[in-house]
């Protein structure tokens, strides 16, 4: 496409499009760009679970630690005690700022600690994030960091927002959903995007069904398919077909 | 336009800015140091960042489906992520920021400082100058076992108390010093959290412990040993600790009155400087506790070497803070220091 094609265009489109009311707990941020980005925010279970393997890593670490830095007398327990320090306080900051926002917990659990506004964590923030723990701990087991999460839309612990963090779900990659090919169709009216989206996305997701779901949810598009059952399956493929622009 | 027609226009510029991602893009060090090519000059990868931007905008317009809008989603998310990333941290720019940066962010927070230090030094000077008057006081503070072990330990008549210690100790005391003070002055500043409640706590609570102990060994006449001990890392651990309450006190001053800002952008500032302040923090009292542990407790050197060192280092401590990046244009939130 020609530049100024491109500047042909009356305004950016990606903010023009009606707001899809959504259901999850993402966090839209709109980039300098002017473009949405989507970040899927982690609820607490997730978040604790990752921080219980990272518990359980930093104690088999310690143990390790102190079986060998036992043999060595005074000295030994001084470097025990700093390398309690540096795992009690140092584990996450470095990992979370130094490792693309991931403890190994974090990681295991499919989580990733980044900036509000989608950008990596920077040192600073994961600092805050990270000493604000003494905060959330309280009165006992991150009570006050749950309550603060439950309350929170996006799930933010207290030191979340004083850092302005989130814990998002790392998306696994997708393996590309295949459309089953079917003679394209048009639909016999005009559709609304979020219509078509919706025909698109049973086109790709249906073969994972069985095949009374399939006519079960086909049904419901009675009065866009004329028919039902199997015969209604495949005409909303075919239209999901032409929807993409295969003919 | 339909979207395989779409696809097939714009796939080749796609597959270019993920291939560039997936070279350059994972690691900042990598980057910087300047690998092989990838197909794609870096100088070129924000305007393709920004008419990948576009299409996603004309895909999202023209209701494209879910997998194809989810694909240059992630490829943008990507490219944010490597675009808005905070520049990797620096050895000079670390050593610039405890020399010259940290001083002047005390200083630029002088009011919460001069508030931290009131409430730790009344309590413990106050307390001080009233147990030299009624020295049975104590007990009302410290229980007999704490006043026991501290007399125990700055015992004049015993030299071989815990002043005098092998190398093997003087490690382990090291170990402690560092875990248990450098997480009070961290709590100190997390404290503030709560409304500034905590960091009050603390700081009242450790001038109130340190003013009974010092106070009560002055009046049983075990103060020679005890000044001697802590005259080497006072100078760092007191002024440590009135920095972490500072930082505390702005945060608790910004969550309750946040001025002309939203409460939330108030914490997320007073966090950011909080943080430094941390930081430095962190680094003085690990000097402290190296202090602490090989220094102080040499029972050999004779008292005025003792205190000629820490007046020195007062005075260290205190010029630091006072001159130490002075006429330096203020570094404005830097994200890396």
């Not at chain 1, 473009?35 to 088999?60: E, M, N, Q, S, T």
């Not at chain 1, 926002?101 to 923030?125: E, Y």
Request: hydrophobic letters at 50%.
């Amino acid at each position: 496409m020609p530049p100024q094609a491109v500047a042909a265009q009356p305004r950016p489109a990606g903010t023009g499009t009606a707001p899809v009311p959504m259901l999850d707990t993402y966090r839209e941020v709109l980039t300098p760009e002017g473009v949405a980005l989507h970040l899927p925010a982690a609820g607490p279970v997730p978040r604790a679970l990752a921080w219980l393997v990272d518990l359980a890593a930093r104690g088999g670490l310690m143990l390790a630690l102190g079986m060998v830095l036992g043999l060595l007398g005074g000295l030994g327990q001084g470097l025990y005690l700093v390398a309690l320090f540096l795992v009690f306080w140092a584990y996450p900051i470095v990992f979370e700022a130094a490792w693309h926002g991931q403890t190994p917990g974090k990681r295991a659990l499919g989580l990733r600690v980044v900036a509000g506004d989608g950008a990596p964590v920077g040192w600073l923030p994961a600092v805050v994030r990270n000493l604000m723990r003494a905060v959330d701990m309280l009165p006992f087991g991150y009570a006050a960091g749950l309550l603060a999460c439950l309350c929170d839309r996006h799930g933010r612990r207290l030191g979340d927002q004083v850092a302005d963090t989130l814990v998002v779900h790392v998306l696994p990659r997708r393996i590309e959903p295949r459309l089953p090919a079917a003679a394209a169709m048009a639909p016999p009216q005009a559709l609304q995007p979020d219509e078509q989206a919706a025909l698109v996305a049973f086109g790709e997701r249906a073969p994972r069904l069985s095949p009374g779901r399939q006519a079960e949810l086909a049904a419901l598009l009675q009065p866009l398919t004329g028919t039902a059952g199997g015969e209604g399956v495949r005409r909303l493929y075919g239209m999901a077909n032409w929807l993409l622009g295969r003919r | 336009m339909r979207q395989e027609q779409f696809v097939e226009r714009h796939k080749v510029e796609w597959d270019a800015f993920e291939r560039w991602l997936h070279a350059r893009g994972e690691n900042p060090r990598a980057a910087r140091r300047g690998a092989a090519p990838v197909g794609l000059d870096d100088g070129e990868v924000p305007a393709r960042y920004r008419r990948l931007c576009q299409q996603l905008a004309l895909a999202r317009r023209r209701g494209y489906s879910a997998p194809l809008l989810e694909r240059l989603q992630a490829l943008i998310q990507r490219g944010h992520a490597v675009l808005y990333r905070a520049p990797a941290p620096r050895w000079h720019r670390a050593v610039e920021f405890l020399v010259a940066g940290f001083p002047q962010l005390v200083r630029s927070q002088a009011g919460c400082m001069w508030a931290s230090l009131l409430l730790f030094a009344v309590p413990l000077v106050g307390l001080f100058v009233l147990l030299q008057f009624k020295p049975e006081l104590v007990h009302q503070l410290l229980d007999p076992r704490q006043i026991a072990q501290a007399e125990a330990m700055f015992d004049p008549a015993d030299p071989r108390q815990a002043l005098g210690r092998d190398s093997g100790s003087d490690w382990q005391m090291f170990g402690h010093y560092v875990m248990n003070n450098i997480s009070i002055g961290l709590r100190t500043f997390a404290g503030g959290l709560l409304a500034g409640v905590g960091t009050i706590l603390v700081l009242v609570a450790n001038g109130l412990n340190i003013g009974a102990v010092a106070g009560h060994l002055q009046a049983i006449g075990h103060g020679e040993p005890f000044w001697r001990f802590v005259a080497g890392h006072a100078p760092l651990e007191l002024t440590a600790i009135v920095i972490a309450g500072g930082a505390g006190l702005r945060l608790g001053l910004d969550l309750v009155a946040p001025g002309r800002r939203r409460r939330r952008d108030a914490l997320v500032h007073a966090g950011r400087i909080g943080a430094r302040l941390c930081l430095g923090v962190a680094a003085m009292l690990l000097l402290a506790a190296f202090v602490e542990a090989f220094w102080s407790s040499t029972q050999s050197l004779p008292a005025w070497l003792k205190y000629t060192v820490s007046a020195a280092l007062w005075l260290l401590v205190l010029g630091w803070l006072w001159r130490g990046g002075h006429g330096r244009a203020a570094a404005e939130d830097g994200d890396a220091s």
